[in-house]
């Protein structure tokens, strides 16, 4: 993640310690006591430790241990009783990645990352533009398209459910628009239609998300900089593709960090949605295959090596992004300690 | 309090809102009520669907409710189920955001204040558990807990989700803390005041915006969690509201209407939380996405 930290943080430790009559005074008693080496002196290292501690220990036992554990898991047979014996080394991995439905789902996520950054984007980065214009109601607007994001995936998906079934009150209004053939439509069941149907939810549901965050990003932007388009008599949509799009390029590469992480990891709509018919219907993902044919089969070795080929997945995927696309932002949030 | 939000609007370098709000042009509201229509409608099906008969889903799937059943409403209201669970996921909702909040500001003002080594590495570490998700460590993460004595337990379920959303939490609150003028620290070292006490007296009432921002997404995200209970609780007495709609869906599942007024119910205090909040989340992140 944090490529460039280790060579700037020291210059910027060095910075803050040569700083403010305290520091001195600091350093000149840890200079007796014990030996100086992040530059805070001993006081500021219990600091550290007391600040810091908490949250590392339960991170890494709630979070990396854990994730460790499945990559040990993951070399066995196991039924998920007792201590794993039966080592199988790689045979887990060679069954899953022989799997067609396992290769089936990774192409699912892969088909999730690339159509929610294609269709999302878009629409938000418009939506956004539409919301930062000062205008009476705004807030309320904001509020109610926040709402699908906020509401659980559980809910989201039984109410989804009862909508797109066949009859169901989906299909009665497209009939009522007089689409009667789109109307005759197996919205979930079909295996080429399905996958759309679940774009259109994921749409709905994360929409909000990145209008958010745009928002966000937007409220960065100087107002000096509409004044002086202004100024020069720029047009709003001038301004917009000149100064907002460009300052926003930042926000935009962040949001489609989380929202390639988010989509290769898809469970919850789908699992509450599809269930176990999802691998027929073109819409497992590889967490919704780690489940079923991990915990739900009683093969918890499997469904560990699952869990660590997602991993590696995503990870690669954040790395690559991290590297060619997050790279420009010297300053980005998520490029490093700084 | 109206000192500290003069500083913090300083701080992110943005003062909004003009002092006269004027209308909009009619096509920016067609385009807004337009999408305001596609979000809501779903959740209006939801909501009006609680009120309906289950003969109308039949006859007539997308009209407005006939029989306007309230019944179904005050029965879910009168349910002693459904307040279980509201208090379940409440109760884990609060602990988890508390604990997220605590444990992530302490950890990002090390990261954002103080020059130790080490400290690159250890953002690193907290950012990079973006890229574990809950998926794939949760099976290890069941034993665990059994192995802790934790299964069926709502600590089971709240210590995990502090762990799984520190990550975000400290990317977040790192640049805003970073953010708190250095002048400030050397005034308050020239008082005689520690780092620690510029943690507690100067830098946590600064950093109010950004604490309400992150505690806002773990509410959210504790509220509305389905995977982790999904594996740790496992008597119906502890279960949270998203495994009781889950649970009432599968065992009601002739009984459309009743499931959504369940649904529905269990929707709303999200959606209070989140109306309160909303545009206290904007102004949070705001630091975070500027980096």
Known sequence: MASTSPSVAPRKADALAGSGPRRSRAEARSRRGAPRRGGIGWRGRVEVALLSGPALVVFVTFVIFPVILAAYFG??????????????????????????????ALAHNAFVVVM????????????????????????????????????????????????????????????????????????????????????????????????????????????????????????YWRMQFSITLPLLAPTVRIWGFLTIIGSLQLFDLIYIMWG?????????????????????????????????????????CALLYQRFVLRRDTDGALTGGR | MAGKNVTYHTVSGRVRRGSKTQWGSPAVYFCALLAVAVCIGPVLFIILGGLRSNSEFTTS??????????SQYVEVVNSSDFWGQFSNSAICAVFTTTGVVALGVMASYVLARYPVKGRGAMYALFAAGLMFPLTVAITPLYLMIQAMGLLGTKAGVILPQIAFQLPITIVILVP???????????????????????FWRMVLPLSVPGLVTVAILAFVASWNSYMLPLFILSDTANYTLPLGVAAFA??????????????????????VFFSIFERRIVGGLTGAVKG
Do not use: C
Request: glycine letters at 10%.
């Open chain 1, 75 to 104: 070399f066995f047979r196991w039924r998920g009783y007792g201590v794993p014996t039966d080592f199988i080394g790689f045979d887990n991995y060679r069954w899953i990645l022989g799997d067609p439905y396992f290769r089936a």
């Open chain 1, 116 to 235: 929610s950054i294609i269709i999302q984007g878009p629409v938000a980065l418009g939506l956004a533009l539409l919301l930062n214009r000062k205008m009476r109601g705004r807030s309320l607007i904001r509020v109610l398209l926040f709402v699908p994001y906020v509401l659980s995936e559980v809910i989201v998906g039984t109410g989804w459910r009862l909508i797109l079934q066949p009859a169901g009150a989906f299909s009665a209004i497209l009939e009522a628009l007089g689409l009667d053939k789109l109307a005759h439509w197996d919205w979930l069941g079909s295996e080429t239609i399905a996958p759309w149907t679940m774009m259109m939810i994921l749409t709905w549901k994360y929409i909000g998300f990145a209008v958010i965050l745009f928002l966000a990003g937007m409220q960065g932007i100087p107002e000096e900089l509409y004044e002086a388009g202004a100024v020069d008599g720029a047009s």
């Open chain 1, 276 to 316: 176990p018919v999802a691998k027929f219907t073109g819409v497992s993902t590889m967490a919704t295959y780690m489940v079923y044919e991990g915990r739900e089969s009683n093969a918890y070795g499997y469904g560990n090596a699952t869990a660590v080929i997602l991993f590696i997945v995503t990870f690669t």
């Open chain 2, 61 to 70: 799937p997308a009209a407005l409710p006939k029989a306007w059943k309230w």
């Open chain 2, 176 to 198: 805003f803390l970073r953010a708190i003028p250095r002048e400030l620290e050397e005034a308050a070292a020239i008082d005689g005041s520690s780092r620690l006490g510029f």
């Open chain 2, 250 to 271: 599968t065992e009601h599942s002739v009984d459309t209407a009743k499931v959504l007024a369940f649904t529905s119910i269990s929707m709303i205090p999200a959606l």
